[in-house]
């Protein structure tokens, strides 16, 4: 008798968890039965995909080749250390073998995004007619992002992005990097065609679709796709861009600063050259980092949030000092009494059960918004804590959970199998 | 359809002092499927991206037909980066994910359906095409991508390790697919991959690179018959070549207990800067295994046997010589094809002599082939 071939499972991560172990190795992915999943994903993707859940976390796995699954691993891992909003890589599993022999493929796991969305949710959720300029906003930010750290992606798309919610707008996360690479900087070549690839597969992503009767027939997915490069090229342009003036128009070089402060991005290093008789000046940003906002929030609070969660709460913070007539104390003694009298109360004043549905940056950015809704209903201003309980009644009892927007339930039919 | 000629093209990243592709030479015939090959950190990738527009060339030039693309922007070069992006869209037909990106350009209906039936004549999937992917297997979904760049009708279609994220069954399937199609279609395609056997079994020509240097161009059997140097002997074949650096003693390379003749025209090329001292290469499949002490043989401790069902291999040790640095690619035993069914035991010596004629002979210093 030939003995049976054991697995000889490799883990590779930061902390490797040895309940990770637990989970049926030996079963292709596709096959793993429904009580071990949390969801099946409704994403296009060219592996298998499945989410489960671990020790208090989802967890994404990916069926995958040996070699793409470090590499994408180690890219993701990267990603991470410079901030660049994206998945957070939990680790890869190696020497997989099912009870026959049979050798079974690589995985790679990565950390479901809390409170995160694909765009397919969003679509079919509360679709607003911005929606879909709203997640092209997005994306066109996290591609600046990426290629300003020369990182080319190679697949740009919809569905290798999430969206968590930002304010009014969106935040978008890198999802899928195995197409991807680090290099020192971008040429134009590379990033020209990062941008075209995302356009074509952006409109390609909404024809499906519209094929799917998911979207608005008024929807014309080229004018979306468009639009991408577009804002794309507008973001690279301010933040990238040289321009020149009069070495008497030197207010220009704060007012640039200003301005991409606006975009939410930071300065890192500026160059200024000026010719040889001094008369003309000409500045380029050289290190943009985005989350001016968000950094300062995190600095004045500790609170982490998106770009314009925090922007909407200095907003607030601001009106808090005028209205307490604090302007000349310490801005950091200011934030903290904002943080207590203000955010904490407002936050807890929404039942623990429902806290699930939104995040708590989001949950605050929604009430202020409600609060001025009914501001102006009853032409009053109305205080914040009943403005909190109004919208928890009135709004948020009546919206889905976002905690973990997967896909389909184990079990579930999809739709499209309907057909 | 159109010729790819790469004319001194060099590409240096920045902050870098060596190019990571030098001066490359190479011209691809129209219609033709060139693999570029070499281990990992070549420049064979850098190579095909140039092409593509994703990489700077900072000397030379690159052209297609007789365009000279060196600074034209990857999509206005007529090319196609095949499986760059092989999801399919659940709720399309098969023939509207083949034909979606001709919808985006603006190109009138009839024309995207007559082109997407041509493809799918050619692809097999005739009868899949108003079905959606869901019915579709794994190989005829990567036929479908490929479908995607088809129906572009591109001067050129270019492939940087598309298998590299396929299983291993898939992978042998996808290969044959991909080089009977090329075949049929007829499109110049350039191929990128690390993996030898993968160069050989699809290419019409093989180039290899190393260090960013182009080493040889050529057609599969003339790799393998006749390296032009010492890596590119080592590096095509499989199991590798076995390769050492011998004395020479009146015109015979010293192997082992074995004295292998010089043809008189190799060994007027010895120079003195090889100090008497030859590189012999030998594949494993041209060795012959004689009875011990047959003259112009030489023995091999037997380490380990490696069956393979159709072949097997002998893993040993040269005996005698202990002082030659022998490999055969990763390893540095010698490699030796036997008769499967007449296998040796671990420890037991055999005689094996070169086959006449199948001994490849390199300068000591500089790895060229001499003769």
């Known amino acids: ?114 409170f995160s969305l694909p765009y397919r949710a969003l679509f079919s959720q509360d679709l607003r007619p911005d929606t879909a300029t709203r997640l092209i906003d997005a994306l066109a930010v996290l591609l600046v992002r990426l290629h300003l750290v020369g990182f080319y992606w190679g697949d740009v798309s919809l569905s290798n992005t999430l969206f968590r919610r930002d304010a009014e707008t969106f935040a978008a996360y890198l999802v899928d990097a195995e197409t991807g690479d680090m290099h020192r900087t971008l040429t134009n070549g590379q990033r020209n065609y990062d941008v075209d690839l995302a356009r074509t597969n952006i409109i390609g992503e909404l024809m499906d679709l519209s094929a799917g009767e998911l979207l608005d027939e008024a929807v014309d997915e080229v004018a979306i796709g468009d639009a991408l490069v577009e804002r794309y090229q507008e973001l690279w342009n301010a933040l990238t861009g040289s321009e020149a003036f009069d070495s008497d128009d030197r207010w220009r070089v704060a007012a640039r ?76 003694i200011v934030a903290h009494a904002w943080v207590r009298q203000v955010f904490r109360p407002t936050i807890d004043a929404v039942p623990r059960e429902l806290r699930r549905k939104l995040e708590p940056a989001q949950l605050f950015h929604e009430i202020l918004d409600h609060r001025w809704y009914i501001s102006q209903q009853a032409q009053r201003d109305i205080p914040l804590p009943e403005a909190a309980e109004s919208y928890v009644e009135r709004v948020l009892r009546h919206r889905p959970d976002e905690d973990a927007v997967l896909g389909l339930a184990p079990g579930e039919a999809d739709p499209a199998d309907l057909e | 359809m159109a010729t790819v000629t790469f004319d001194h093209a060099t590409r240096v990243y920045p902050g870098t002092e060596r190019p990571a592709v030098d001066q490359l030479n190479l011209e691809i015939e129209d219609g033709e499927f060139l693999v570029l090959v070499g281990p990992s950190g070549c420049g064979k990738s850098t190579s095909l991206r140039m092409l593509a527009g994703l990489e700077d060339v900072n000397g030379g030039h690159i052209f297609i037909g007789d365009r000279d693309v060196t600074d034209v922007q990857p999509k206005d070069r007529d090319i196609a980066m095949v499986f760059q992006n092989y999801a399919l869209y659940p709720h399309m037909s098969v023939a509207d994910n083949m034909g979606f990106a001709l919808k985006i350009a603006g190109t009138p209906k009839a024309e995207i359906r007559q082109r997407v039936e041509e493809a799918a004549k050619i692809l097999d999937l005739v009868e899949y095409l108003d079905r959606k992917p869901k019915a579709l297997s794994g190989g005829q979904r990567q036929r479908v991508a490929m479908g995607r760049a088809i129906v572009r009708q591109p001067q050129v279609f270019l492939m940087d390790e598309p298998l590299s994220n396929l299983d291993a069954k898939l992978r042998v399937q996808t290969r044959t697919q991909i080089a009977s199609l090329q075949r049929r279609l007829g499109v110049t395609t350039v191929y990128v991959t690390h993996d030898q056997t993968e160069a050989l079994t699809m290419g019409d020509r093989i180039a290899v690179l190393n260090h960013g240097v182009l080493q040889q161009v050529g057609t599969p059997r003339e790799m393998y018959d006749r390296p032009n140097n010492v890596f590119v002997a080592g590096f095509i074949g499989s199991p590798a070549m076995n390769i050492g650096t011998f004395d020479v003693k009146d015109g015979k390379v010293q192997v082992g207990s074995a004295e292998v003749p010089l043809e008189r025209s190799i060994a007027s090329e010895i120079s003195d800067a090889d100090g008497g001292k030859v590189t012999l290469g030998f594949r494993p499949e041209a060795l012959d295994p004689v009875a011990v002490g ?78």
């Open chain 2, 294 to 371: 047959t003259a112009g043989s030489f023995d091999v401790e037997v380490n380990l046997v490696e069956e393979l069902g159709s072949d097997a291999f002998v893993y040993g040790t040269l005996k005698g010589d202990t002082d030659v640095n022998l490999t055969a690619g990763e390893t540095n035993q010698l490699i030796v094809r036997i008769d499967p069914r007449n296998v040796p035991d671990k420890g037991d010596v055999i005689a094996v002599a070169i086959q006449a004629g199948h001994s490849h002979v390199f300068s000591a210093t500089t790895g060229e082939r001499l003769g």
């Open chain 1, 257 to 332: 600063i200003e301005r991409l402060n606006d975009l939410g991005f930071d300065v890192g290093e500026l160059e200024i050259t000026t010719d040889i008789d001094g008369t003309k000046v000409r500045i380029q940003p050289k290190v943009v980092d985005a989350g001016h906002h968000s950094r300062r929030l995190l600095r004045l609070t500790g609170l982490d949030v998106q770009e314009n969660q925090a922007r909407r709460m200095l907003n607030d913070l601001d009106s808090y000092r005028a209205a307490t007539d604090r302007q000349n104390d310490q801005e950091q």
């Open chain 1, 1 to 114: 008798m030939v003995p049976m071939p054991q697995q000889n499972l490799q883990i590779t991560a930061v902390a490797p968890d040895p309940a990770l172990l637990d989970l049926p190795w030996d079963v292709p992915l596709a096959e793993w039965p429904d009580d071990v999943l949390a969801a099946l994903p409704q994403g296009i993707s060219r592996h298998v995909v499945r989410f489960v859940s671990h020790g208090g976390r989802v967890l994404a796995i990916k069926e995958i080749g040996e070699t793409v699954a470090y590499r994408e691993y180690e890219l993701l891992r990267q990603l991470h250390r410079i901030e660049v909003p994206s998945v957070v890589p939990v680790g890869v599993i190696t020497g997989r073998r099912a009870p026959d022999g049979e050798r079974l493929e690589a995985v790679l796991l990565t950390e479901h995004l809390q």
